[in-house]
């Protein structure tokens, strides 16, 4: 919704395109469809379940491609989220971030590879097992970021121990995509659901984000999510300008998501292009 509503208010058309209804990855290669896309189209944007859809794109299109999620990271979540932080303490230096609940996921990869990209630091606590571990790929890919930009990352064992004076505290719902919601699943995360108790172990100042959906009762409880700590709704709300801006700055080729080197050897990769097709379509 963000996107599309972003798009019509830079003055473009979106066109709505549902992978469920349509031959992509099957009759059709995602190559294909990128290279048919960038004929028609200025940008596009694809929410898959695999990095390999997004890498199947990008490979052949001819027009910038955007990330709106997929099973390894949210880049989109991640600008709308680093905004309302900013926003809301000034600066992202120094900011510690708590994150509760189901650490395998995309957001939580996303938000690690931000504190150590951006300087700040990202505490994560969740349960222990084989359907809970953090991959070695993403820690190994943290660490090096950290290394170059002076963020940091910690594994906690418990609840209190990543919240412990944090600025945030984020969760995500429980129900991941791919993963069967059971009552055992649950049982297992609950020690790590934010409460009222749990918010009180970070500053008193502290904000709590999710970037929903949410489930209250599951990963937060009601009285968390709409309390005066909860910024939930200014942070979904911030989607739409920090998306608007990605897109204009991609179609108007003020940045690149590809290497200058490789962008400069598509045909199509220029501001011209897009001026010739007058509106904009996503």
Same mark, same amino acid.
């Given at each position: ?6 798009? !019509? ?9 549902? &992978?469920?209804? %349509? ?21 596009? &944007?694809?929410?898959? &379940? %695999? ?62 590879? %931000? ?72 049982? !297992? ?83 011209? %292009? ?9």
């Amino acid at each position: 919704m963000s996107l599309e509503v972003g798009m !019509t208010e830079l003055g473009g058309h979106a066109i709505s395109f549902m &992978t469920g209804d %349509s031959p992509l990855g099957k009759k059709e290669t995602y190559g294909d469809t990128g290279a048919c896309l960038s004929r028609y189209v200025a940008a596009i &944007t694809a929410r898959v &379940t %695999s990095r390999e859809q997004i890498n199947g794109l990008t490979a052949t299109a001819n027009v910038p491609v955007v990330n709106a999620l997929d099973d390894w990271a949210h880049p989109m979540q991640m600008l709308a989220d680093l905004q309302t932080i900013e926003e809301k303490f000034g600066s992202l230096k120094g900011v510690r971030m708590a994150y509760l609940g189901d650490i395998r996921n995309n957001v939580t990869y996303d938000l690690m590879r %931000s504190g150590a990209l951006m300087g700040f630091t990202v505490a994560v606590g969740g349960p222990k097992g084989a359907d809970f571990e953090l991959e070695d790929g993403v820690l190994q890919e943290c660490e090096a970021l950290s290394a170059a930009h002076g963020g940091k990352v910690e594994v906690c064992a418990t609840a209190a121990e990543a919240v412990a004076g944090a600025d945030i505290v984020y969760t995500d719902s429980w129900q991941s995509y791919g993963i069967k919601q059971t009552e055992e699943r649950i049982a !297992t995360l609950m020690p790590f659901q934010v409460t009222e108790a749990v918010m009180a172990q970070a500053k008193p100042d502290a904000i709590f984000m999710n970037c929903l959906p949410a489930m209250r009762g599951e990963e937060q409880t009601a009285a968390v999510i709409d309390g005066p700590q909860s910024v939930v709704f200014d942070q979904a709300e911030t989607r739409l300008p920090a998306h608007m801006a990605l897109l204009y700055l991609l179609i108007t080729r003020q940045i690149c998501e590809r290497a200058p080197a490789r962008c400069a050897e598509r045909r199509r990769c220029s501001s011209s %292009s897009t001026a010739r097709r007058g509106n904009t379509q996503l």
